[in-house]
């Protein structure tokens, strides 16, 4: 069965600086997908950003940005500029390749903006 | 585009009642999937359907039940309430078929279910 394990409970930042957080997972499989989902307040699940794995060029979405190490199995998120908007709980996600469309959470990182 | 859309939002049940809870996906996806989300387990797997069908099953007891109409539109059913099950039940969907895009899974805000 695959894990995702984000090591770190809780992270902060300043205000238009740059914050990243850490996920690695464990798999054996060659075919997947990974996700950084933000959870603020409000509850809703809101896609950040994806990545595929046989992609080796690391996905980018305007301020955000993942450090993909595929042999470590590492899946970073880099927040640049960060915004007060951003403060939220953020969950890393390992979804399979082929027909399986379960998503496999990290335990999530509570990210603190400060002004 | 409207997104994925999930009624009641919020709801109070007492132990022992049974309670179902509704889902919209986003339109042209055929794959919905629900997650439990409570504050000792984090975000589980309960089930996924895809055209009618379920296609995968998470560890839950058989009180925890769903199905998909023809709409793509689903449903979840759990049956004698434990205080256990107070969480917030959220719904995914997807467009469910091998593509980058295909593979990417939206969330709906949830329901938030209490049992007193």
């Known amino acids: 069965a695959q894990t995702v394990t984000q090591s770190q409970p809780e992270m902060s930042v300043q205000e238009a600086e740059t914050v990243t957080l850490s996920c690695t997972y464990d798999?054996?499989?060659?075919?997947?997908?990974l996700f950084w989902y933000k959870q603020p307040p409000s509850r809703q699940m809101i896609l950040v950003i994806r990545?595929?794995?046989?992609?080796?060029q690391n996905a980018t979405e305007n301020r955000f940005s993942v450090n993909f190490q595929k042999a470590a199995k590492s899946f970073s998120l880099k927040i640049s500029d960060s915004q007060l908007g951003d403060a939220a709980m953020y969950f890393c996600?390992?979804?399979?390749?082929?027909?399986?469309?379960?998503?496999?959470f990290g335990k999530g990182t509570l990210l603190t903006v400060n002004p | 585009k409207a997104g994925v859309t999930q009624t009641p939002r919020y709801l109070i049940k007492t132990r022992g009642q049974q309670v179902t809870l509704s889902c919209s996906p986003i339109?042209?996806?055929?794959?919905v999937s629900w997650y439990q989300q409570t504050p000792g387990q984090g975000l589980q797997f309960l089930f996924e359907?895809?055209?009618?069908?379920?296609?995968n099953k998470g560890n839950f007891p058989g009180r925890f039940s769903g199905r998909q109409f023809s709409n793509s539109r689903s449903e979840m059913n759990v049956s004698t309430l434990e205080l256990g099950d107070s969480a917030l039940y959220l719904c995914?969907?997807?467009?469910?078929?091998?593509?980058?895009?295909?593979?990417?899974?939206?969330f709906g805000e949830g329901s938030w279910l209490t049992v007193v």
């Open positions: 996600a390992y979804k399979s390749g082929g027909s399986n469309y379960k998503l496999t």
């Open positions: 990545q595929e794995a046989y992609k080796q």
């Open positions: 798999t054996s499989e060659s075919d997947y997908y």
């Open positions: 995914a969907s997807s467009l469910g078929v091998g593509t980058v895009s295909g593979n990417t899974i939206y």
């Open positions: 359907y895809f055209s009618e069908t379920q296609r």
């Open positions: 339109s042209g996806h055929r794959s």
